[in-house]
């Protein structure tokens, strides 16, 4: 219910100021999500995976690229672009995994502590 994906049966709830039953879509756009088993896509390469979820969650093209390109050279990947992800080491993907998910500035990250 706080990521935006179920709605509420009763109860009143807010994410980053946005009424969880009623503005889910705005609480998607202000949450990134990082789920214990990744959720990045192993037969894709890193580039794809990081333009993927960029265009999840909303932003617009011309920056898709731009952006790609600094978070690329900001985690030290950018020799790694077109490896595909089931090729990293576990702590890479962690890594990625994390950085696409505040990819678009966030108010708030949930990351998924279940086994």
């Not at 969880?20 to 037969?43: H, P, T």
Request: hydrophobic fraction near 40%; glycine fraction near 10%; charge should be positive.
């Amino acid at each position: 219910m706080l990521c935006g994906l179920g709605k509420p049966t009763s109860g009143k709830g807010t994410v980053a100021g946005f009424d969880i039953a009623r503005q889910s879509e705005a609480v998607k756009k202000n949450i990134g999500y990082m789920s214990r088993k990744f959720s990045l896509y192993e037969d894709l390469r890193v580039w794809e995976n990081i333009r993927l979820f960029a265009g999840i969650y909303g932003l617009k093209t011309p920056d898709i690229a731009r952006k790609t390109d600094e978070m690329l050279a900001s985690l030290g990947f950018t020799t790694e672009k077109e490896t595909m992800v089931r090729e990293l080491p576990l702590g890479w993907k962690q890594k990625l995994a994390f950085s696409v998910s505040i990819f678009h500035e966030p108010k708030i990250v949930f990351l998924d502590g279940r086994l």
